[in-house]
């Protein structure tokens, strides 16, 4: 703009180009020249401001200026800008000795600076739960950098519908206050992950949340992320053996994941067990593909141990290394109450099958007399076996038990009160604090309410038996991690499973999970996690013992099928959640 003074000095340098020379027929000419002199001035002024005006509206078309740019020519345009700041792990990533959260915060903090007069702030994290973290409008620019500054990258994915959906809300308060505004902003800062911005790269934005932004709110998304940056990632780090112990050799398996379009090959995977290097392995991954790296160790300790798997590090040093504690007993112990002679002795085999006492499964049976003398805590789950009656004392026991982390299985049969197990309670006393007299020594005293309302101890209500020809099992598209072990292997015999008498379970509580149904729809094994630990009902019996009184035929062959044994120990597993 500075060059639309030109045509003045161009002006003012040729007013002293000239000499003054007497000359007679000049005179004639002043003459002329003063008649006309007021005219021919306006005329000059004229095109000198047209050349210079010109200068000046190329300079600005080419700045391209807004007038709610500028405060003071503007009258300070109200805008409310939300800014979205993604937070996921793939922000951690470094590229050009900038990790991309660091890039993101240096934007959004120019951008706080650079506002003008009515213009505040709202600030949301983009991450798995989505965050508010200033609902605003907000004008202090001062406290906006500064809650700015406190974020941090997550070790997560990131949520956009969640997110979009919260920052629908925050401009909704907004509304509601009753704020004016010209004009609602939604600034996004991400690196458009494929996990985050998949939906909207493949055309799906009403699957993204996009369409539950306002109409009228202009939704802006920086990229700040690189394409072709390469990254490989754990995916997933178990140990493969369902009942890991010590003194045993344990499977220990990890999917490598390569997020690149090149071929990797020769990488060094490095296993560490209890902060030592223990294995290494090497190998290719193809272009966004992955590899399953196995492992094989022998730990004669028992107690809490700790696994690495370590690859090299790359621009995203966060999902370079992944953990895995675990707590290897010397055997794992399963209490088998049976409420007849021989009931469990199915469960017994089929966590035991050779029967040898160095088995990892370590079945102990009992009757269901000598449960209440019983110390649960010493087993890592308990299994009923066509258990007549369950007292009011027993599902106090049992849920202390439970809800601690124990592990329930109930497997009901003939000589099942389904009334008692319908009516089994258990009452949490809550804890309320009464201020002592001060004149007292004492600091406070616990006292335990009484008027907490009894919970019922199973997820199901059974109902009484009934009978059909022959009922099939339906694994439910194998989705329950019990049913899991099947997929694949459907000639394994659990859809062939003959059942032709069951008590149907009717599912009353809204956390539980059926895992397997029969071939009308009803429940067969429904689960539900109850505090810390988890219960399982399986609505017929696990032996062969309970009978059909109107066929003189047992409730099902089930216990002698092949599908039996991998049930019960996926079973165990389940419910041994640590």
């Keep these: 703009m500075a060059a639309a003074a030109a045509p003045i000095l161009i002006h003012l340098w040729m007013r002293h180009t000239y000499r003054e020379a007497p000359w007679a027929a000049m005179r004639f000419l002043q003459a002329a020249i003063k008649r006309q002199a007021r005219r021919m001035r306006l005329q000059q002024w004229l095109l000198l401001a047209l050349r210079t005006l010109i200068l000046l509206l190329v300079a600005l078309a080419a700045a391209k200026p807004f007038l709610s740019d500028l405060g003071w020519l503007g009258g300070g345009t109200r805008v409310h800008r939300v800014l979205v700041i993604d937070t996921s792990l793939s922000m951690a990533a470094v590229e050009s000795e900038e990790s991309r959260f660091a890039r993101v915060v240096s934007l959004a903090t120019e951008m706080i600076d650079a506002s003008r007069p009515g213009e505040t702030f709202s600030l949301v994290t983009l991450a798995d739960p989505p965050e508010v973290r200033l609902s605003g409008p907000v004008a202090d620019k001062s406290r906006v950098?500064?809650?700015?500054?406190?974020?941090?990258?997550?070790?997560?994915?990131?949520?956009?519908?969640?997110?979009?959906?919260?920052?629908?809300?925050?401009?909704?308060?907004?509304?509601?206050?009753?704020?004016?505004?010209?004009?609602?902003?939604?600034?996004?800062?991400?690196?458009?992950?494929?996990?985050?911005?998949?939906?909207?790269?493949?055309?799906?934005?009403?699957?993204?949340g996009i369409g539950r932004l306002p109409k009228s709110t202009e939704l802006i998304v920086v990229d700040v992320g690189v394409a072709s940056t390469p990254n490989l990632s754990v995916g997933k780090l178990e140990l493969a053996d369902a009942f890991p112990t010590s003194g045993r050799p344990i499977a220990i398996a990890a999917v490598i994941e390569n997020h690149s379009d090149d071929v990797v090959t020769d990488l060094v995977v490095e296993l560490q067990v209890d902060g030592v290097v223990a294995e290494e392995r090497r190998v290719s991954i193809e272009p966004a593909g992955s590899v399953t790296v196995s492992f094989e160790r022998?730990?004669?300790?028992?107690?809490?141990?700790?696994?690495?798997?370590?690859?090299?590090?790359?621009?995203?040093?966060?999902?370079?290394?992944?953990?895995?504690?675990?707590?290897?007993?010397?055997?794992?112990?399963?209490?088998?109450?049976?409420?007849?002679?021989?009931?469990?002795?199915?469960?017994?085999?089929?966590?035991?099958?050779?029967?040898?006492?160095?088995?990892?499964?370590?079945?102990?049976?009992?009757?269901?007399?000598r449960l209440r003398d019983t110390p649960l805590e010493d087993f890592r789950c308990v299994l009923f076996s066509n258990v007549g009656e369950l007292t009011a004392s027993d599902a106090a026991q049992l849920a202390t038990y439970v809800r601690d982390g124990g592990g329930l299985g109930i497997f009901l049969g003939d000589?099942?009160?389904?009334?008692?197990?319908?009516?089994?309670?258990?009452?949490?006393?809550?804890?309320?604090?009464?201020?002592?007299?001060?004149?007292?020594?004492?600091?406070?005293?616990?006292?335990?309410?009484?008027?907490?309302s009894p919970q019922p101890l199973l997820p199901?209500?059974?109902?009484?038996?009934?009978?059909?020809?022959?009922?099939?099992i339906d694994p439910l598209d194998y989705q329950h991690p019990i049913a899991q072990v099947f997929r694949g292997r459907e000639q394994a015999g659990l859809l062939s499973?003959?059942?032709?008498?069951?008590?149907?379970?009717?599912?009353?509580?809204?956390?539980?999970?059926?895992?397997?149904?029969?071939?009308?729809?009803?429940?067969?094994?429904v689960t539900c996690p109850l505090g810390d630990g988890m219960v399982a009902v399986c609505g017929t019996a696990a032996s062969l013992d309970s009978v059909?009184?109107?066929?003189?035929?047992?409730?099902?062959?089930?216990?002698?099928?092949?599908?039996?044994?991998?049930?019960?120990r996926e079973l165990v597993d389940y419910l041994d959640n640590d």
Aim: aromatic share 6%; proline share 9%; hydrophobic share 40%.
């Design 145 to 208: 950098k500064a809650e700015l500054a406190q974020l941090d990258t997550t070790f997560g994915t990131a949520d956009l519908p969640a997110t979009l959906a919260l920052v629908s809300q925050v401009i909704a308060d907004a509304d509601r206050r009753g704020e004016p505004f010209d004009r609602q902003e939604v600034v996004c800062l991400s690196d458009l992950g494929k996990n985050t911005w998949g939906q909207v790269a493949g055309g799906d934005s009403e699957a993204a």
């Design 298 to 369: 022998t730990l004669q300790e028992t107690g809490w141990h700790q696994f690495e798997l370590h690859l090299p590090d790359d621009a995203l040093r966060g999902d370079d290394r992944e953990y895995l504690v675990a707590n290897l007993p010397e055997s794992v112990r399963v209490l088998c109450v049976e409420g007849r002679p021989g009931a469990a002795r199915y469960l017994a085999s089929a966590l035991n099958p050779t029967g040898k006492r160095d088995s990892p499964i370590v079945p102990t049976v009992i009757s269901a007399g």
């Design 415 to 452: 000589a099942v009160n389904v009334d008692s197990y319908n009516a089994a309670r258990w009452r949490e006393s809550p804890l309320s604090f009464a201020i002592p007299d001060p004149r007292t020594a004492l600091i406070g005293q616990l006292i335990a309410g009484d008027d907490a």
């Design 460 to 472: 199901v209500k059974i109902l009484p038996p009934v009978s059909q020809t022959t009922y099939g």
């Design 497 to 525: 499973t003959p059942i032709s008498r069951h008590s149907p379970l009717e599912v009353v509580d809204a956390e539980a999970k059926v895992a397997l149904a029969l071939s009308d729809g009803a429940p067969l094994l």
């Design 548 to 568: 059909d009184p109107a066929t003189g035929q047992p409730w099902t062959l089930w216990p002698a099928w092949p599908s039996f044994l991998p049930v019960v």
